[in-house]
């Protein structure tokens, strides 16, 4: 997989794709995080200012670098980085992206020992997500999202968001 990406990235180069360069490399990042490739993940990391000015264009890349944050320990950094561009998205009216950002925001909060308030956004989400049956935001989030999913479980009461944790799980 990480061959393909790097292949795109050599064919983004020179040709016009439906992605950018930058968006292949994060791709690419957040494959190496998923792997347990810390250096290439850090050293992708690295290319980025975390502080830079949300743009909706560079959201996707801007996410993996919370990912990449929360993985290596710095759960503050991450959430205030996410804190940003939850801001942007809900001023433009993207619910998706909003949901994916609180999504990583209960993630980062979970990291720093504030399991309540991570349970109460996630429990948010869910509740927002059940009806349409999102899967692909949870499941993408790996171990890290199992493990809160399962801690706010005994804090549901309601059927149908059981089965849908459940289901996730």
Known sequence: ALESVQQL?????????PVTVEELQ????????????MDSASHWRRTLDPQTV???TQEQ?????????IAQGEPEEALS???RW???????????????LCALRSLALYA????QQAQHII??????TQPEGYMRLFLDEGIAMAVLLRAVRPRISEPALTLYIDTLL
């Not at 890349?61 to 944050?69: S, W």
């Not at 720093?112 to 399991?115: C, D, I, L, S």
């Not at 429990?123 to 927002?128: D, G, M, Y």
């Open 26 to 37: 994060a791709y690419q990042a957040w494959w190496s995080l998923m792997i347990g490739d």
């Open 54 to 56: 949300p743009v909706y």
């Open 81 to 83: 980085l996410l804190d």
């Open 112 to 115: 720093m020992g504030e399991a």
């Open 123 to 128: 429990a948010q989400v869910l509740t927002q």
């Open 86 to 100: 939850l801001t942007l998205a809900q001023t433009q009216g993207r619910a998706g992206s909003a949901l994916t």
């Open 61 to 69: 890349v801007y996410l993996v670098l919370a990912r990449i944050m």
């Open 9 to 17: 990235i050599t064919q983004a180069t020179r040709e016009p794709l």
